[in-house]
Nanobody, 117 residues
């Protein structure tokens, strides 16, 4: 069965940085696009970054220039480097495999990111 385990969240001051990690198992990782999503309290989950199997990336406008998504196919890991964090980045962050705009698997537990002002 597919497992997605996110880690690396925490409490950070505005302007700080965090690096999130997602460990994937039980799927053919290298052929899938992967995405990072976030859900803030009272808001819908939104995609913040996506990386294709070939390494092409795209980002939500709100994080462009601040966040960088990367992947290590050998380790079945996807990462999200988050710099210049803002209080509005506070959310639970999740990863998942994507086909088009469709999320392929059940969500993991996520990792909480809290940015204080």
């Amino acid at each position: 069965q597919v497992q997605l385990v996110e880690s690396g969240g925490g409490l950070v001051q505005a302007g700080g940085s965090l690096r999130l990690s997602c460990a994937a198992s039980g799927m053919m990782f290298s052929i899938n696009a992967m995405g990072w999503y976030r859900q803030a309290p009272g808001k819908q989950r939104e995609m913040v970054a996506k990386i294709t199997s070939g390494g092409s990336t795209n980002y939500a406008d709100s994080v462009k220039g601040r966040f960088t998504i990367s992947r290590d196919n050998a380790k079945k890991m996807v990462y999200l480097q988050m710099n210049s964090l803002k209080p509005e980045d506070t959310a639970v962050y999740y990863c998942n495999a994507i086909s088009g705009v469709i999320v392929l698997y059940s969500w993991g537990q996520g990792t909480q990111v809290t940015v204080s002002s």
